[in-house]
């Protein structure tokens, strides 16, 4: 895994997890080991479970109680990565080839399955119902709003309100659970648990947010993916919904995209619609905003060093190109 | 719902998870609403939730608190069938269209995934971590099936040992264990739970032997699928591998197999040729062995009228044909 220097207080904790994750995919039958090493192979950044270490340490604790929740967070969001690609029928992630291409869609929708029951498994083994309780109910909005993009695929008028109201509920509510089970876990008070879960709601809208303006401006070689992934797909994010309110051709935009047939000279030309906007500038400014409101929510309560490291997440939120 | 008079002993529970069902799928997003009510819509015969209640009948006891975990159960097997259904690319189930074809694989993934943290929810709001252990691990079970049944398609090399390792894996185990968690809800020794559960699994291989059979003799009115669906996506059940073994033509067969195209008059010939051996009377008398070991199970402990209705389920499995 690579190192981030901004979780070196939870180092040794992120090492466990990587331990974990390897037992937790490791099945009776060798197909699905193969298929749960390839996801893990894939990396990622680990921010979830990271996440929910740092706010655990809120308070001088012993963590290792805790590292089962981690690994469930984790192994929840690759669930949910493997679906994504099922439903995006994506060909790579993070310069990879996905599960639903080198296995097919039957065994990518299987293996999902598979590791939202072991996580669920590590929960039921390691906490209580509300942890519990809180996980599944993160995962039922993070479907709502999965299935409220897939409804309004090329949908050119949808709302900047109804784009923020869908990137809370598919990506910055599991990063506030996070947060705020961590919390709860640390010990911290009701008050303050709810202060780290507004944290984590907000990087997790600037996180997604700025997912969807490296679909515009990242290369494949730092993203993984193709540049214009998610618009070829149909799904609209900030950058396209301000160039449909804002660009001179804006008709011209709407047309290409209520075509819902995203050739490649067709998505060429709404790149270039968009990137002659200030959609991405626009987008970046939100992004901040975001992580200003983060920052802002971080509570006194939290250990020095733990506030320090969160806000360092906040700076990394806003650094990143990758 | 259909109502089945062998479950007339627990006919007020089984009406009530009708209503908590529909009550379970109802979410903010109105599709995602929509999507549950019209798998409820298509019905089945609740065995698993049914068996789940008369096995907590066996004692005298309430059933009230045990009615959130026989929902979850049944909401687990929704969420199965539908993954199952974007798996086997099904058009109809039980006569209706199914939810991949009129909404597309997207959203009956997300359906399914959104079904299953319904019912960990549920479970984790109402009963104890062990519960919650018991069903995610049958969970990853079923995973394993059907991930071996996804990488043996079309291998005419399969042996019936595997056939009923893999049938074990995706139907008997849940049902065993829907059997076993309602035998502890009653209070029941350890011994009489043990019981009960290879009362299951032996109802559900049964279960699952008959409903691969009427893949073969069933009509699309009685079934609500295609005559031999199962071979046609490549998934080889009993009367297949049983005609690779005993039939004349058992070579013709295995190259129809592994030429993986079953175009229409493929499957004739192959389903002529099982038809012409006794492939389905030797799979009917593996049902009848299955059912006599479920009527075996049976332990003394649970109340005479509760034996009676497990025993009565066993007879309906056996006489089924839909």
Redesign the interface.
Known sequence: MTQYPLFSLIQSELALIEQELASAVH???E??TDIGNHLLRAGGKRLRPALYLLCAKSAERELAPVLPVAVAIELIHM??LV?DD???EASTRRGLTTANVRW????A??????L???A??LV??HAG??V??AL??A??V???G???Q??NLFDSSQTEAEYLTRSGKKTAEFIAVSCELGAKAAGLPEEDAASLRNFGYSIGMAFQLTDDILDFTGSQAQVGKPVGNDLRQGVLTLPVLYALEASPRRGELADLIQGRDMAEDKLARCLSIIKDTEAIEYSYQRVHEYLDSARSALPEAARGEVRSALSGVADFVGLRNF
């Open positions: 099945s009776q039958v197909l699905a669930a949910t679906h099922v439903i995006d097919g869609n039957p065994l929708v299987l293996t999902g399955d598979y939202f029951a072991k669920f498994s039921a083994g119902n509300n519990l309780r599944t109910d995962i039922c993070i479907c709502e999965e299935i409220v897939a409804k």
